[in-house]
């Protein structure tokens, strides 16, 4: 094997790549990345046998041939290289990187070693453009489960109906749920449940891409491709909780705010929560006051207050203060609605003011004091 | 205690004192802040025994008084809190916050409990601009030894000589001094060795300070004031070493180099140097190159390369890379001069090219190879 290419579009790409790359693995060929020729370009291909990663980048080849390297030492040497010319020749599992000023040899392990990363060859069950897709990625991935105990709601819930795609994880004490309206004729019914760690990969990738992403679908697996890298994950086998039925219907009580606002007198009142694992109250007065609270502990205790408009009666919910602030993080609207039923159903955020755009909603389950 | 101020000056003052604060001590009061009324003042206060601190604050002031409460939750409360004014108030141990929407109780403890920290009311042995002092600390105390085995070397040792103040810090492995020409007539003649993490603490508070800085000694004290703020430590009993021995006089082999040029070939070099302990080898060709090699390795091997100007003959020496990089991270100068003379004696950095001043060298002992 032996190459030229730049040093932006290698480093740019081992970056990407890199963050699969299982450092801890038993099996050392997995802390490697692929390097193989093909055609005109570079593909770079890295796995932690549940997540892969194919990149293929423009390079000048000469010889074909592909080899695996470290992936850590390689990707942090080749972002210390100063931009332009970078050349890569590959002989007897070492690989010799030639800049202007700068000569290294790294030892590879064959490529035959590495696992197949398998591609997906149907047509693709949908197009996407890029940034919808990770908007509405980092506003529903945040409530699946970090744990794997039920391992459906360690994932993101994708299906379509009629001509609307539905995006939805919960972890069983929030959940979000996306829906993104698809352009042109009805499109191609499908459902999947991908893992929630695949997703935030897909969001990183996605980072600031133009253009469409590609969902492709087969037995148990899912990839997505971006222009020229292609992520490729196992599917969650299993089936989606009905989630429908504990969304509330109507609002006993319900108030608008400025989400910023929201956010800082429910952290400022979370200070005084740990101790009580971060439970706070909001108490909603019907004469256009909401309240977050901490009751007294060793520590002390916080009313935090803000003026609003309140439809309804009087109210009040207990909730953990991170589910709320993580709910009004992911909001994109300046303004937010709050809707609650009593104290033992859960509360509804969702966009509210001029202009927002009523395709989304974040359900907090209420703690039970 | 009752009083009102503005967050952005209770928020900035705790900010600085917050540092100090020891959260892991068998004392509880020692997590805590003193609040207490000076006049027209409030005095924030917080020490670990070893480093304290008083910073005062201009407040309106209804009634003196004072109380201690848990520094990191108050720091975190404030500096949430909206600009503006903060009422403080302080009833049977407990302070109350009142900002408009917020009020808070934090329960505290009596400030009779909260160790005394010293003031020293001598006249100052040293008036420095802030500026200058801050400069001059970041270049010297990176190479102040991490480990209290010698206890001299964990400190600085600042004197002053005819019209100059020396700033000093060995960890034996490598040695920077800053001189610093004072003006006016002959400076009072004084010695201390003070810890470096008081150092590192002084060049957090001299942040963007502008004005003086004055410096008091006492038995066994140092004190730095900066306007409204002070900062007390304990010094460091003993006698520096005779340094001056180990700094040699010529060199065999020197070049000149862009500092940001060694830094880089030097930092791609230590990336192969894992397994040796980071030793590198800088390669001086009297033609004109200089290499840094990394030997080869499991990993892999380096040569990294530069052009530069060479006074002398050719020339090596094996060196601990990030040693190295350290000091190139402190050089002001855009260029710097490399100094060895053969690879058993210490090299020498100073800063060099157009408008390089003459003040300052890092010294890197060798690695015997």
Redesign the interface.
């Given at each position: 094997m032996k190459l030229s290419l730049t040093q932006e579009n290698l480093s740019r790409a081992l970056g990407s790549v890199g963050r699969v790359v299982s450092s801890r693995s038993s099996l050392p060929v997995l802390s490697n990345v692929l390097l193989a020729t093909d055609g005109n370009r570079l593909r770079l291909s890295a796995t932690n046998l549940e997540i892969g990663i194919n990149y293929w980048i423009g390079s000048k080849v000469e010889s074909q041939g592909s080899l695996t390297v470290?992936a850590r030492?390689f990707s942090?040497?080749v972002s210390?290289?100063?931009h332009g010319a970078i050349e890569l020749a590959a002989t007897d599992n070492?690989?010799t990187v030639k800049s202007p000023?700068?000569?290294?040899?790294?030892?590879g392990i064959a490529a035959d070693e590495f696992p197949l990363i398998p591609t997906i060859s149907n047509d693709p069950v949908l197009t996407l453009d890029a940034g919808i897709m990770k908007e509405a990625l980092v506003q529903v991935v945040i409530a699946a489960s970090a744990d794997e105990a039920r391992p459906v709601l360690a994932g993101v819930y994708l299906y379509t109906e009629d001509n609307t795609l539905f995006l939805v994880a919960t972890d069983s004490y929030r959940l979000a749920e996306k829906r993104i309206e698809l352009p042109g004729d009805a499109p191609q019914a499908f459902s999947a449940i991908i893992p929630a760690r695949t997703m935030q990969e897909l969001v990183r990738l996605l980072g600031e891409a133009e253009g469409d992403v590609e969902v492709y679908l087969d037995e148990g697996q899912v990839m997505f491709r971006i222009a020229d890298v292609e992520l490729v994950s196992r599917l969650i086998e299993g089936q989606f909780p009905n989630y429908r039925q504990i969304i509330p219907e109507n609002a006993e009580t319900s108030f608008d705010i400025e989400t910023a606002e929201f956010s800082?007198?429910t952290?400022?009142a979370s200070?005084?929560a740990r101790e009580s694992a971060g439970s706070i109250k909001v108490d909603i007065r019907a004469e256009g006051e909401v309240s977050v609270v901490s009751s007294?502990s060793?520590?002390?205790?916080?009313?935090?207050?803000?003026e609003c408009e309140v439809s309804g009666d009087d109210g009040e919910i207990s909730l953990n203060a991170r589910y709320l602030t993580d709910a009004l993080g992911v909001m994109k609207s300046p303004v937010v609605t709050f809707a609650i039923s009593g104290k033992l159903n859960p509360c509804v955020l969702s966009p509210a003011g001029e202009n927002a755009s009523d395709d989304y909603i974040h359900i907090v389950m209420p703690l039970r004091t």
């Open positions: 470290p030492l942090e040497f210390n290289l100063p070492v690989l000023h700068y000569e290294s040899k790294i030892n800082r007198i952290k400022v200070l005084f007294d060793e520590v002390g205790g916080n009313t935090s207050k803000a």
